[in-house]
């Protein structure tokens, strides 16, 4: 019997519902004791080759496969989802779709009970796979209370549980803070290391260069462009499309004359920030989703005409929580939120609405009509929009976010990345005056999320923008304010240098400095402000 744990040969698949198929020849082995990142634009194959390795495909999702799969040497077509289960681990995109229990211990054991092990055996495992990524503390929790980073830990823990042999991620470090992420790559190169065949989709390139996998697959259009070690890849791969460490983008981009990306400012955004209007206000807010344990203490801030404002923080900070309350879907335990002047308190949903467009973590939680066009016609319709001002925004949504092709889509059947942007697309559409987005990168390409980011700023309407994110890049390039959350407080706000500078509170609060913020301190004297790599070339 071959002993290369995985073998794919002339792999192709085109889903039912599309025209185009999303892989095309694919041929590969990975090997054990190896770590290979698969890379590329969303939407160029990635999720799909992995659902094809684990089964999903063509059990679940239906379409035209052909080719075969290989697991030490045994063609998997004729395997059941348990078989291929016990060999392959899966860690999803959106943790939202892998968590059934409702207890943390109770879902990173799932999995060994369906295997029939005896109770200490699963205890042990499950005790083992908390312990290894550092999230015992965890263990009795409701995991519907957790954020998006702790879900995608506790996901993680239950397939480490398994113990497979073969472990596909698919964007593991896309809810993750920068810490969090370092210490999950950590674990994975010490999973390689020991034994296992590890297959790590990810958009977050340079992080993963750190842990140096062995080796490197470059998917575009569902067709391996480059598969090799990872010093080859800075050289085929499009850098506007692949983020890769500021200093490559850096040499690159001064070997080009392309025009250098603009900076755009919302209206309002010039002039002394205590004088610009306040929009919404945070009045001593204080919360709890659980007596006697407070997520938020005190939060006092202005969000101003003008303002666009990087929310930044480890997981559990209380981020997610903070801008619930901005937009009414949670009232404070004491204090109150002002949005145009009302108390929150005395305002529905639907009303703030109008003024405050929110984005959703997990586009799951938003997604739900029968068509992109449909998802994307329903807030407007539902805010008495007239019918041919909702045609035009749609299709000006649809643009900004690069899916006017899928307007008949399902958005259901799109990729995660794709329907994260469906989920951006709707709020677009909706022309509220204040846009808030909950890791509005999850699941992009570099591409993509710079392109809608652009487009965000120069659209007429927003007053102003605030997004949550773990992308420190991302408030590095677009952020005129920063908020520093840890442990439900506020621990800093001001514009992006004055924060991101203390690299020691950067460090407290479980964010790392990146290769393009290091730069931008070193040049700052220089520049006086913030800028992209590509920007920085031509300085």
Known sequence: MSQIPLVVESLSFRYRDRSGAALHNISFEAYAGQVLLIAGASGCGKTTLIRCINGLIPRSYKGELHGRI????????????????????????????????TKVINEVAFGLEN????????????????????????????????????????ALAGVLAMRSSILLLDEPLASLDPASAAEALETIRNLADEGMTVLLV???????????????????????????????????????????????????????????????????????GS????????????????????ILHDINLDIRRGDVIAVLGPNGAGKTTFVKHAIGLLKPKSGRVLVNGRDTREASVAEIASTLGYVFQSP????????????????????????????????????????????????????????????????LAMRSRIL??????????????????????????????????????????YANRVLLFADGRLVADGPP???????????????????????????????????????????
């Open 70 to 101: 290989l697991i030490y040497g045994e063609d998997t077509s004729k395997w059941r989802l348990a078989t291929i289960s016990q060999k392959v681990g899966t860690v999803l995109q959106d943790p939202e779709r892998q968590i059934l229990g």
């Open 115 to 154: 295997l029939g092990l005896p109770r200490d055996e699963i205890l042990r495992r499950a005790e083992e796979a908390l312990e290894h990524l550092k999230i015992k503390h965890l263990r009795d929790r409701d995991t519907f209370l957790l954020s998006g980073g702790e879900k995608q830990k506790v």
């Open 202 to 272: 990810e958009h977050r390139v340079e992080d993963v260069l750190r842990i140096q996998p062995e080796r490197v697959m470059y998917l575009e259009q569902g067709e391996i462009r480059y598969l090799g070690d990872i010093n080859g890849l800075s050289q085929v791969v499009n850098y506007h499309e692949i983020k890769l460490p500021a200093e490559r983008i850096l040499e690159r981009a001064r070997r080009e004359t392309s025009a250098l990306p603009q900076i755009h400012i919302l209206p309002g955004a010039s002039g002394n």
């Open 275 to 294: 004088e610009r209007e306040p929009l919404v206000r945070f009045e001593n807010v204080t919360f709890e989703y659980e007596p006697g344990k407070e």
């Open 364 to 427: 799951s939680h938003m997604l739900f009509a029968p068509t992109v066009r449909e998802e994307l016609a329903f807030g407007p319709t539902n805010l008495k929009h007239p019918k041919e001002q909702i045609e035009l925004d749609v299709k000006e949504a649809l643009r900004i976010v690069n899916l006017s092709e899928y307007e008949e889509d399902p958005p259901l059947a799109l990729s995660f990345g794709q329907q994260k942007r469906v989920s951006i697309a709707a709020i």
């Open 436 to 477: 808030v987005m909950d890791e509005p990168t999850a699941g992009q390409d570099y591409r993509n999320y710079m392109n809608f980011m652009d487009s965000i700023l120069q659209m007429p309407g927003f007053e102003a923008v605030l997004f949550i994110t773990h992308d420190v890049d991302l408030a590095v390039i």
């Open 497 to 539: 240098y004055e924060v991101l500078c203390d690299l020691a509170r950067l460090q407290a609060c479980r964010l790392l400095p990146t290769s393009l913020l290091s730069l931008n301190l070193q040049r700052f004297a220089e520049t006086g402000r913030f800028l992209r790599a590509e920007a920085l070339a031509h300085l």
